[in-house]
């Protein structure tokens, strides 16, 4: 049987920190370009809810700081420690600015619901190995909130896309 690998929930906390902080930047910057009074408030309100994430993340790393490293399967602690060496997310951050600031709204919306769909991803798995019940609730709440920035930015994509609707 495999031996059980240390893993620290403040490295993993750490870096969705980061994540959320680049999406309230992404949204932010987003939102100056438009001229759309309604898209604008849309980004804003984003921008607000990846803040919200971010602060609850970083309770999260200062109570797993105060904890025990959580022993894991080592197939689960290499793929976190992949995500955290590779810095899975990291490779958007040029490219969420040149979006945001382009002015292209159809653009910013794919590459926000690009990046909204591998954080529910990440935070899925995140979830999973986690034992902590209050962060497993944290974690159920933030990925039902990232699945709704999905579909607003959805919505919003369709408008772009699609302005008119063809009624039958």
């Not at 920190?17 to 309230?24: A, F, K, P, S």
């Not at 794919?110 to 991803?121: G, L």
């Not at 899925?124 to 944290?138: A, L, S």
Request: some cysteine.
């Amino acid at each position: 049987m495999a031996e059980k690998r240390k893993f620290m929930l403040t490295e993993v906390g750490e870096m969705a920190v980061q994540m959320e902080l680049n999406g309230v930047d992404f949204y932010k910057k987003a939102a100056r370009t438009t001229k759309n009074n309604d898209t604008q408030m849309m980004l804003v309100e984003l921008a607000g809810m990846e803040l919200a994430h971010a602060n609850s993340w970083r309770a999260v790393v200062k109570q797993a700081a105060e904890a025990a490293p959580a022993t894991v399967d080592p197939e689960v602690a290499d793929l976190f420690h992949a995500w955290l060496d590779t810095e899975v997310f990291a490779h958007h951050g040029e490219e969420m600015a040149r979006i945001a600031e382009s002015g292209n709204l159809a653009d910013v919306c794919r590459k926000a619901i690009q990046v909204e769909k591998e954080t529910v991803s990440f935070y899925t798995g995140i979830r999973d190995v986690v034992t902590d019940e209050h962060i497993r609730e944290m974690l159920d709440q933030i990925v039902h909130e990232e699945l709704q920035h999905v579909v607003k930015l959805s919505k919003a994509l369709r408008s772009l896309t699609y302005p008119f609707e063809i009624e039958e």
